[in-house]
Nanobody
């Protein structure tokens, strides 16, 4: 059974830094892509950053140059971390960890974390 446990987040002033982490366990994650999404109040959930099974990273335009993402794979366990610098009030949201893969039939298999709050405010 796949489990995702998030940590980090919190309250930070504009211009500050924060990190969020996600530990995924329960299966071989080597074929899985891993991502961070966020959802602000009354807004749709959006992709923030991702790292593929092959290690390629991608970022939303709004966070490019400010956020970094990394994954550290072990047997049936992976640590996903995102470091956030020069935070802005508009980065305030509930941040969700996502792991997923598409099988040979085109079916999406994914799991979500419970979310961790990031608030940027003075």
């Amino acid at each position: 059974q796949v489990q995702l446990v998030e940590s980090g987040g919190g309250l930070v002033q504009p211009g500050g830094s924060l990190s969020v982490s996600c530990v995924a366990s329960g299966t071989d994650f080597s074929p899985y892509d891993m991502s961070w999404y966020r959802q602000a109040p009354e807004k749709q959930r959006e992709l923030v950053a991702g790292v593929s099974s092959g290690g390629r990273t991608n970022f939303a335009d709004s966070v490019k140059g400010r956020f970094t993402i990394s994954r550290d794979d072990a047997k049936n366990r992976v640590l996903l971390q995102m470091n956030m610098d020069r935070l802005k009030p508009e980065d305030t949201a509930l941040y969700y960890c996502n792991v997923g893969r598409t099988d040979w039939l085109g079916r999406r298999h994914e799991a979500w974390g419970q979310g961790t709050q990031v608030t940027v405010s003075s």
